[in-house]
């Protein structure tokens, strides 16, 4: 993972170049402001003060630089910059660094598990905001992280080896680890065992749990979708269909993102995060088209669409999480198509019952720009999952209302008393922006994890 803590420093009056923030709107007046040479390179160099571009000019450090940008408090400001500029030391012209301070970090950020980076030459940023230094840095390490374990292949990153995510983070925080499997899983979360059977021993599907917090503290819960390769079961997905899914554990590298940061603030909460971590393989075992499952809960679902899956882990784990009688649950998972069909890849859809819930990370989502769209839990289409032999269906016909069906699903599996947020994020960037390479990313971790300091930070 990219060690961020390097790039963004104490300032303590080292040499640095020096980097002014200049809206389009404000280059007209500073323009006016500078000598004729300068004035010159910017006309030879056709500087305007656009968002990411910057011009560069003489100063007795060397070389100083002016960036433009629309707005100088987006997270993104400097991220084109922290892309590329030189190698060296860099401090803002009369400006803290502030929110400004993430994209600088995030720009540098670099997958290198496959191949070595292609420019690993350090920009460093200097600020005197050592409280906001610290935090920004984890939040970056945890986009990092969810970042990693999307863009990793599956056949690295197995139920296995997100169980070992767990444990690490466990060990960092002092937190414990319990891991259902085997015998005991086709017991007690049999929607769980049913959609990872098919896969080989090595990959074989468990509910992973952590704990940590003081037990006299507010309980939430975080649950996060852990197919760490979707074929799409029986139903299986067309080849186009498959190349991504690799990110189907998009949810659970969201889950443990959270987490962390959670733990990091030492939020005074009890926390509990639940990852159900399975492959939806096919083989002799898969489970078929027409199976009624049996659920934690005790419902029967009639499962008409094994490409359906996440929503049957979920169920489960969603159970488990109810059973501790926690004041919110949060879950995130790579979903529906539907929701990307709704709102693309970059805002992901938010059902809750809860308005206060809402509001708070409607409100965090702004704030973070890091956006959710709020999407109806519209009780009108719960009966598109009545089933004629079973409680219901885990996928109903015609595909109409397909993300609002799948959270409505979700739902029967929350306690009625439980403030709930489902978050249908899609983990992938499919085209670069500044800071924001293409491949695997997080949506919504940091709206989420604002809404929870704002509930629990006192």
Same mark, same amino acid.
């Not at 007795?60 to 892309?83: F, K, N, Q, T, Y």
């Given at each position: 993972?990219?060690?961020?803590?390097?790039? !963004?420093?104490?300032?303590? +009056?080292?040499?640095?170049?020096?980097?002014?923030?200049?809206?389009?709107?404000?280059?007209?007046?500073?323009?006016?402001?500078?000598?004729? @040479?300068?004035?010159?390179?910017?006309?030879?160099?056709?500087?305007?003060?656009?968002?990411?571009?910057?011009?560069?000019?003489?100063?007795?450090?060397?070389?100083?630089?002016?960036?433009?940008?629309?707005?100088?408090? @987006?997270?993104?400001?400097?991220?084109?910059?922290?892309?590329?500029?030189?190698?060296?030391?860099?401090?803002?012209?009369?400006?803290?660094?502030?929110?400004?301070?993430?994209?600088?970090?995030?720009?540098?950020?670099?997958?290198?598990?496959?191949?070595?980076?292609?420019?690993?030459?350090?920009?460093?940023?200097?600020?005197?905001?050592?409280?906001?230094?610290?935090?920004?840095?984890?939040?970056?390490?945890?986009?990092?992280?969810?970042?990693?374990l999307v863009n990793s292949g599956a056949g690295d990153l197995g139920p296995a080896e997100l169980e070992a995510e767990a444990e690490t983070l466990a060990r960092r925080h002092g937190?414990?680890?319990?891991?259902?499997? %085997?015998?005991?899983?086709?017991?007690?979360?049999?929607?769980?065992?049913?959609?990872?059977?098919?896969?080989?021993?090595?990959?074989?599907?468990?509910?992973?749990?952590?704990?940590?917090?003081?037990?006299?503290?507010?309980?939430?819960?975080? #649950?996060?979708?852990?197919?760490?390769?979707?074929?799409? +079961?029986?139903?299986?997905?067309? @080849?186009?269909?498959?190349?991504?899914? &690799?990110?189907?554990?998009? %949810?659970?590298?969201?889950?443990?993102?959270?987490?962390?940061? #959670?733990?990091?603030?030492? !939020?005074?909460?009890?926390?509990?995060?639940?990852?159900?971590?399975?492959?939806?393989?096919? @083989?002799?075992?898969?489970?078929?088209?027409?199976? #009624?499952?049996?659920?934690?809960?005790?419902?029967?679902?009639?499962?008409?669409?094994?490409?359906?899956?996440?929503?049957?882990? !979920?169920?489960?784990?969603?159970?488990?999480?109810?059973?501790? &009688?926690?004041?919110?649950?949060?879950?995130?998972?790579?979903?529906?198509?539907?929701?990307?069909?709704?709102?693309?890849?970059?805002l992901p859809p938010l059902f809750t019952d809860d308005e206060a819930l809402a509001a708070d990370l409607l409100a965090a989502g702004v704030a973070e720009e890091d956006p959710v769209w709020r999407l109806p839990l519209w009780d009108g289409y719960d009966e598109m999952l009545k089933s004629d032999?079973?409680?219901?269906?885990?996928?109903?016909?015609?595909?109409?209302?397909?993300?609002?069906?799948?959270?409505?699903?979700?739902?029967?599996?929350?306690?009625?008393?439980?403030?709930?947020?489902?978050?249908?994020?899609?983990?992938?960037?499919?085209?670069? &922006?500044? +800071?924001?390479?293409?491949?695997?990313?997080?949506?919504?971790?940091?709206?989420?994890?604002?809404?929870?300091?704002?509930?629990?930070? +006192?």
């Amino acid at each position: 993972m990219t060690d961020f803590a390097p790039l !963004l420093q104490p300032d303590r +009056g080292q040499p640095a170049r020096t980097i002014t923030l200049l809206t389009a709107d404000a280059f007209d007046g500073w323009l006016n402001r500078q000598t004729a @040479s300068i004035r010159a390179l910017a006309t030879a160099q056709r500087f305007a003060a656009k968002p990411n571009t910057h011009l560069l000019l003489p100063h007795e450090d060397g070389i100083a630089m002016v960036a433009g940008m629309s707005d100088p408090e @987006s997270p993104w400001a400097l991220a084109r910059l922290a892309e590329t500029l030189p190698e060296g030391c860099y401090r803002l012209d009369g400006a803290e660094v502030g929110a400004n301070a993430l994209g600088w970090l995030l720009g540098q950020y670099r997958f290198t598990r496959y191949r070595k980076a292609e420019d690993a030459a350090p920009r460093v940023l200097l600020t005197r905001d050592l409280a906001h230094r610290d935090e920004v840095i984890r939040i970056a390490a945890a986009t990092a992280l969810v970042r990693d374990l999307v863009n990793s292949g599956a056949g690295d990153l197995g139920p296995a080896e997100l169980e070992a995510e767990a444990e690490t983070l466990a060990r960092r925080h002092g937190a414990a680890v319990t891991v259902t499997a %085997g015998e005991a899983l086709a017991r007690d979360y049999p929607m769980v065992h049913a959609v990872g059977q098919a896969a080989t021993r090595d990959r074989a599907p468990r509910l992973i749990e952590l704990n940590w917090g003081d037990p006299a503290h507010p309980r939430i819960a975080i #649950v996060g979708k852990g197919v760490c390769f979707d074929t799409g +079961g029986l139903d299986i997905k067309p @080849s186009a269909g498959m190349r991504l899914m &690799k990110k189907d554990m998009g %949810g659970a590298a969201h889950a443990l993102a959270l987490a962390g940061l #959670v733990m990091a603030a030492r !939020l005074p909460v009890r926390l509990h995060l639940l990852i159900p971590a399975v492959e939806n393989a096919v @083989s002799g075992a898969s489970f078929r088209p027409g199976d #009624v499952l049996k659920t934690r809960k005790g419902l029967t679902v009639e499962n008409t669409n094994t490409d359906a899956e996440g929503r049957l882990i !979920l169920g489960d784990a969603l159970t488990r999480a109810g059973e501790e &009688k926690p004041e919110l649950i949060l879950d995130f998972a790579t979903l529906t198509g539907a929701a990307r069909v709704a709102l693309g890849p970059d805002l992901p859809p938010l059902f809750t019952d809860d308005e206060a819930l809402a509001a708070d990370l409607l409100a965090a989502g702004v704030a973070e720009e890091d956006p959710v769209w709020r999407l109806p839990l519209w009780d009108g289409y719960d009966e598109m999952l009545k089933s004629d032999i079973a409680d219901m269906v885990n996928a109903p016909d015609g595909g109409f209302a397909g993300a609002i069906t799948a959270a409505l699903f979700l739902r029967r599996f929350v306690p009625k008393e439980t403030a709930w947020a489902h978050l249908d994020v899609f983990a992938w960037r499919p085209s670069a &922006k500044p +800071g924001r390479p293409k491949g695997g990313d997080a949506y919504a971790l940091r709206a989420a994890y604002r809404m929870l300091k704002g509930r629990y930070s +006192g």
